[in-house]
Each structure stands twice: as structure tokens, then as C-alpha cells.
């Protein structure tokens, strides 16, 4: 019997894919009206000829969900929605490939999944973050030597401290244990102790930094407000987090080559938009090598 991830990749892989032209064409139908059913049934095109982009995004980057997890589905559901998500906002005048930029709305999505809904205890974003990322270099680590990476080695391939590392990683552990709230535990003491269950230590000091997931969230709302405040595009954008803020930044030649146009073109654009930047940081009084640096 065919489980239903299996079912979901099949369906993916059965859609033809669109040609550039056919996309800019159903974009351009998408902007003149998207309420519109031409613009629905285009939506719902581009939706169905990228769920094979979807199933991609989660191999490259959330392969730690393996397919036999119940959650694949509806990982693969979140991604579909960044899909539509991007054919509303996507603009074929700027330059890039629908392609390119649906593949941040893809990750975002379901990387919010992951991280928020996905939870009963929320994680702050760093956490997340580094979560992920040092899942991503331990396996990387041991296939290349055998063993196990350091914490020293996890947090430079992180970009954090040790000791911010370590709490991070001990909360994500934490939140991804799977431990029923019934499971009974036994202090020490005399005849054997206090039993209890684990739901009773549940409201226990807090599992994560509420501080640093307060000022995460207050960094997010400064770097919206300045790409409002420089006028950036949806792509402007996507290409400003590639870089900027992501754990492992893109490098140009990957963008170029996804986009279709020369690294060094990439490269421009890129410094174009944070002299954009800086002029609106300036404006506001706000450091933006400040805010960038600390994201």
C-alpha cells in the first residue's frame, strides 16, 4: 500500500513544468486581477508545476523530517502554500526567476511550521536556527570523520558563542524530546522519593530565553520597517535575507546561477540595496551594520 507522502511526491512529479514564458504569463494575469478566476486557476497552475521545487526544498533543507515522519505531509502542505504565497507577490519585471524566488517563500514557510506550529513549546528563532544548522554539520562532520563534532566546532559553524550554543541546542533538544507528560519520575530521598510526572514540571523556569526571543522578534519588526522604509521589492528582499540573514548565507555564484544573469550583476544589486539601506537607517537614526549583525 502507497503511504501518503509517497502519494503527494507522485502527484508532484506527474505536473509538467512551465516554461519562462508560460510564467511570466500567468503572472502577468496574476497582477492584473488576482481576485479574478483567470488569476485563481493561474495561481493554482503555478502551484501544481512546482511541487516538485517543494519536494526539493525539503530534501536540501529539512531532510531531518524523513518521509515515514507523519509530519512530512504537512510540511510539503506549508510549502505549497509558500508557493501561492509567491505567485502573488511575484513580479517577472525584476529580473528574477519564479523559480528562485518562490524557493524563500518555500523555506520560510515551512520553516515557520516547524519552529511555531509544529510545537506545543515555541522556539525562539535563533534557537530554531541553530537547531537546524547543527543537525546539518554534525551529519556532514561524521560522514567526513567519523565521529562527532565538537561544541567549539558546532558553534563556529552556528556563528555563535559556546556557551549561547549550548543553551540553544539544550532547549531545541529539549522541545524535540519525545516524552509523554504522563511518564512518571521519582526524586531522590527516602523510600525512593516523590513521584511525579513529567506535566509537573512543565511551569518550571522557563526552557528557553524569553529575553533573547523578545529581542529576535524586535530585530524582525527593524528590518521590516527599514526595507519598507528603502522601498525594497519582494526580490530585494529575498536577495537582502539570502545574504544576511540566514544561518548559511548564499554565496553570489548560486544566486546568479539560479537567476540566470552574472554574479557580478548579483553582486551590484546587492550593494546597491544596502547603500539603500544605510541611507534609510540613517534617516531613522538606526545602525544597520548594528541590526544586520546581530539578526
Same mark, same amino acid.
Given at each position: 500500500?502507497?503511504?501518503?507522502?509517497?502519494?503527494?511526491?507522485?502527484?508532484?512529479?506527474?505536473?509538467?513544468? *512551465?516554461?519562462?514564458? /508560460?510564467?511570466? /504569463? !500567468?503572472?502577468?494575469?496574476?497582477?492584473?486581477?488576482?481576485?479574478?478566476?483567470?488569476?485563481? #486557476?493561474?495561481?493554482?497552475?503555478?502551484?501544481?508545476?512546482?511541487?516538485? @521545487?517543494?519536494?526539493?526544498?525539503?530534501?536540501?533543507?529539512?531532510?531531518?523530517?524523513?518521509?515515514?515522519?507523519?509530519?512530512?505531509?504537512? @510540511?510539503?502542505?506549508?510549502?505549497? !502554500?509558500?508557493?501561492?504565497?509567491?505567485? *502573488?507577490?511575484?513580479?517577472?519585471?525584476?529580473?528574477?526567476? %519564479?523559480?528562485?524566488?518562490?524557493?524563500?517563500?518555500?523555506?520560510?514557510?515551512?520553516?515557520?511550521?516547524?519552529?511555531?506550529?509544529?510545537?506545543?513549546?515555541?522556539?525562539?528563532?535563533?534557537?530554531?536556527?541553530?537547531?537546524?544548522?547543527?543537525?546539518?554539520?554534525?551529519?556532514?562532520?561524521?560522514?567526513?570523520? &567519523?565521529? #562527532?563534532?565538537? @561544541?567549539? @566546532?558546532?558553534?563556529?559553524? +552556528?556563528?555563535?558563542?559556546?556557551?549561547?550554543?549550548?543553551? %540553544?541546542? /539544550?532547549?531545541?533538544?529539549? +522541545?524535540?524530546?519525545?516524552?509523554?507528560?504522563? #511518564?512518571?519520575?521519582? &526524586?531522590?530521598?527516602?523510600?525512593?522519593?516523590?513521584?511525579?510526572?513529567? =506535566?509537573?514540571?512543565?511551569?518550571?523556569? =522557563?526552557?528557553?530565553? !524569553?529575553?533573547?526571543?523578545?529581542?529576535? /522578534?524586535?530585530?524582525?519588526?527593524?528590518?521590516?520597517?527599514? %526595507?519598507?522604509?528603502?522601498?525594497?521589492?519582494? =526580490?530585494?528582499?529575498?536577495?537582502?535575507?539570502?545574504?544576511?540573514?540566514?544561518?548559511?548565507?548564499?554565496?553570489?555564484?548560486?544566486?546568479?546561477?539560479?537567476?540566470?544573469?552574472?554574479?557580478?550583476?548579483?553582486?551590484?544589486?546587492?550593494?546597491?540595496?544596502?547603500?539603500?539601506?544605510?541611507?534609510?537607517?540613517?534617516?531613522?537614526?538606526?545602525?544597520?551594520?548594528?541590526? !544586520?549583525?546581530?539578526?
Amino acid at each position: 500500500m502507497i503511504d501518503i507522502t509517497t502519494a503527494w511526491l507522485d502527484a508532484a512529479g506527474s505536473v509538467p513544468m *512551465l516554461q519562462r514564458d /508560460e510564467v511570466i /504569463e !500567468l503572472a502577468r494575469t496574476i497582477q492584473a486581477d488576482p481576485e479574478s478566476r483567470p488569476a485563481l #486557476q493561474a495561481i493554482n497552475k503555478l502551484v501544481a508545476s512546482n511541487l516538485r @521545487l517543494v519536494a526539493k526544498v525539503w530534501k536540501s533543507n529539512f531532510s531531518f523530517v524523513e518521509a515515514h515522519d507523519p509530519r512530512t505531509v504537512d @510540511l510539503l502542505q506549508e510549502g505549497a !502554500l509558500g508557493v501561492r504565497h509567491a505567485a *502573488l507577490k511575484y513580479d517577472p519585471t525584476k529580473g528574477f526567476t %519564479f523559480s528562485t524566488y518562490a524557493v524563500a517563500w518555500i523555506r520560510r514557510y515551512m520553516g515557520v511550521f516547524l519552529r511555531d506550529k509544529d510545537r506545543t513549546i515555541r522556539l525562539s528563532a535563533d534557537c530554531y536556527a541553530v537547531g537546524v544548522a547543527a543537525g546539518k554539520f554534525r551529519e556532514k562532520y561524521l560522514a567526513e570523520h &567519523g565521529k #562527532q563534532p565538537s @561544541l567549539e @566546532l558546532i558553534a563556529k559553524a +552556528c556563528k555563535k558563542k559556546p556557551d549561547s550554543c549550548k543553551r %540553544f541546542l /539544550e532547549a531545541y533538544e529539549r +522541545c524535540n524530546a519525545k516524552t509523554s507528560l504522563d #511518564q512518571q519520575v521519582r &526524586g531522590s530521598g527516602d523510600n525512593g522519593g516523590t513521584v511525579a510526572t513529567v =506535566a509537573d514540571f512543565v511551569t518550571a523556569p =522557563a526552557q528557553y530565553d !524569553l529575553a533573547e526571543d523578545k529581542r529576535q /522578534e524586535k530585530l524582525d519588526r527593524i528590518i521590516d520597517i527599514l %526595507f519598507e522604509a528603502a522601498g525594497f521589492t519582494e =526580490a530585494e528582499k529575498t536577495l537582502v535575507r539570502q545574504r544576511d540573514l540566514t544561518t548559511n548565507p548564499i554565496p553570489f555564484q548560486a544566486i546568479a546561477l539560479e537567476v540566470g544573469i552574472r554574479p557580478n550583476s548579483i553582486r551590484a544589486i546587492y550593494n546597491r540595496c544596502i547603500r539603500r539601506l544605510r541611507k534609510a537607517a540613517d534617516a531613522s537614526g538606526i545602525s544597520i551594520t548594528g541590526t !544586520l549583525c546581530r539578526a
